[in-house]
């Protein structure tokens, strides 16, 4: 489902500094590009979120949220099923500020006092006793997960073309002969618009798009095959380079672990 953004609710604006809530989307929901007046701090439970800011995307799953700052333009997707939580923060009273989308830890205390703080009933002492402990607690969390997209003409066709199917497997040479240049401008172009070689850019690519097919409750094997890996093996080891550790442990430690990801197919480890 695509869908545009809601308006910011109206508590949101006053007299409240934090306004908190939440819904269930049934399918993939996405939302196209927007922007708020006030700061977003976004998270799911039991699903994965992805947003593309400009020239990054970012991915976050159970465990962490997305800090959006206002006048910031982008767009979202979220998993089926998943919970997903929003909290507004008025930007003349948020004594702090990410000037950039960065990931936040959410951390039990995080998500218990803004759940607490999407009553409606709460007295103006409460609430402020409520939001003077979140300022203390939302800190960054420790995995920035983002990609950097190039925004380099001359490779941006690959980009576009992967995060379409991460699965194409056309090697860097033949994509150097589809654009008519060569395989070492290529290779230059990822490394400057990146930091990374062709070939990791595209492995951190795949990780993005299997921690959402993955919490969605996609097996590995099935992961794997769509993701372009001739075998699962292959896929987890691609996974714990970019991740540092297996999807298995990595759902595991997010209570997040879809059915399929703690035993995958028979013969591969994957702890």
Same mark, same amino acid.
């Given at each position: 489902?695509?869908?545009?953004?809601?308006?910011?609710?109206?508590?949101?604006?006053?007299?409240?500094?934090?306004?908190? +809530? @939440?819904?269930?989307?049934?399918?993939?929901?996405?939302?196209?590009?927007?922007?708020?007046?006030?700061?977003?701090?976004?998270?799911?439970?039991? +699903?994965?979120?992805? @947003?593309?800011?400009?020239?990054?995307?970012?991915?976050?799953?159970?465990?962490? +949220?997305?800090?959006?700052?206002?006048?910031?333009?982008?767009?979202?997707? $979220?998993?089926?099923? #998943?919970?997903?939580?929003?909290?507004?923060?008025?930007?003349?009273?948020?004594?702090? =500020?990410?000037?950039?989308?960065?990931?936040?830890?959410?951390?039990?205390?995080?998500?218990?006092?803004?759940?607490?703080? @999407?009553? %409606?009933?709460?007295?103006?002492?409460?609430?402020?006793? *409520?939001?003077?402990?979140?300022?203390?607690?939302? /800190?960054?969390?420790?995995? /920035?997960?983002?990609?950097?997209?190039?925004?380099? &003409?001359?490779?941006? *066709?690959?980009?576009?073309?992967?995060?379409?199917?991460? #699965?194409?497997?056309?090697?860097?040479?033949?994509? &150097?002969? $589809?654009?008519?240049?060569?395989?070492?401008?290529?290779?230059?172009?990822?490394?400057?618009? %990146?930091?990374?070689?062709? &070939? /990791?850019?595209?492995?951190?690519?795949?990780?993005?798009?299997?921690?959402?097919?993955?919490?969605?409750?996609?097996?590995? /094997? %099935?992961?794997?095959?769509?993701?372009?890996? $001739?075998?699962?093996?292959?896929?987890?080891? #691609?996974?714990?380079?970019?991740?540092?550790?297996?999807?298995? =442990?990595?759902?595991?430690?997010?209570?997040?672990?879809?059915? +399929?990801?703690?035993?995958?197919?028979?013969?591969?480890?994957? @702890?």
């Amino acid at each position: 489902m695509v869908r545009r953004a809601a308006a910011v609710p109206e508590q949101a604006t006053a007299p409240f500094v934090i306004f908190a +809530g @939440s819904r269930v989307p049934r399918v993939p929901t996405e939302w196209t590009p927007h922007s708020h007046p006030v700061h977003e701090l976004v998270w799911v439970r039991g +699903g994965t979120l992805t @947003s593309r800011v400009g020239d990054r995307v970012f991915t976050v799953s159970e465990g962490h +949220g997305l800090w959006m700052p206002a006048g910031v333009l982008h767009g979202g997707r $979220a998993t089926a099923g #998943a919970e997903f939580h929003d909290a507004f923060f008025a930007p003349d009273r948020t004594p702090f =500020a990410f000037e950039e989308p960065i990931a936040i830890a959410m951390t039990p205390v995080l998500e218990s006092l803004l759940t607490h703080l @999407s009553r %409606t009933d709460l007295d103006g002492a409460a609430r402020a006793r *409520a939001e003077s402990v979140v300022f203390d607690v939302l /800190q960054p969390s420790e995995r /920035q997960f983002a990609l950097q997209l190039p925004g380099d &003409a001359r490779i941006d *066709a690959i980009a576009e073309a992967l995060l379409d199917d991460p #699965a194409d497997c056309r090697s860097l040479d033949e994509w &150097a002969r $589809a654009l008519g240049i060569s395989d070492r401008t290529v290779t230059r172009a990822f490394r400057h618009a %990146t930091g990374l070689s062709f &070939a /990791q850019w595209r492995q951190a690519l795949r990780v993005h798009r299997a921690l959402m097919l993955l919490s969605e409750g996609v097996d590995v /094997q %099935t992961v794997s095959e769509s993701l372009g890996y $001739a075998q699962p093996s292959t896929f987890i080891a #691609a996974f714990r380079r970019v991740m540092g550790t297996t999807p298995g =442990a990595y759902f595991d430690a997010t209570d997040g672990t879809p059915d +399929g990801v703690r035993n995958p197919v028979s013969g591969v480890q994957n @702890s």
